[in-house]
Nanobody, 115 residues
Framework: QVRLVESGGGLVQAGGSLRLSCAAS????????MGWYRQAPGKQRELVAT???????NYADSVKGRFTISGDNAKNTMYLQMNSLNPEDAAVYYC?????????WGQGTQVTVSS
């Protein structure tokens, strides 16, 4: 089992920045990819960014150039630096971890962007 705990969400003005963190614990040695997804009210959950164990990174087109995903293996923590936030970025952000058998999710952290 893998446990994921997100933090760092909150209220920010348009144009501002936030950094989300995802702390992983448990059987993390089999994780092959981690990522951030988000879900706005009335919309489907969508991919924001992923990073593989080999360091391959993928971003949604809507966040390229504004968001940066990174990881600290020593702390078993993944980050999402979000800059130039706009109201369309407001959502619950979820941390995701994938091993060969199971998809794990955190409880989510709310990001609110005021215009």
């Amino acid at each position: 089992q893998v446990r994921l705990v997100e933090s760092g969400g909150g209220l920010v003005q348009a144009g501002g920045s936030l950094r989300l963190s995802c702390a992983a614990s448990g059987s993390i040695f089999n994780i092959i990819r981690m990522g951030w997804y988000r879900q706005a009210p009335g919309k489907q959950r969508e991919l924001v960014a992923t990073i593989t164990r080999d360091g391959i990174i993928n971003y949604a087109d809507s966040v390229k150039g504004r968001f940066t995903i990174s990881g600290d293996n020593a702390k078993n923590t993944m980050y999402l630096q979000m800059n130039s936030l706009n109201p369309e970025d407001a959502a619950v952000y979820y941390c995701n971890a994938v091993d060969p058998r199971i998809n794990y999710w955190g409880q989510g952290t709310q990001v609110t962007v005021s215009s």
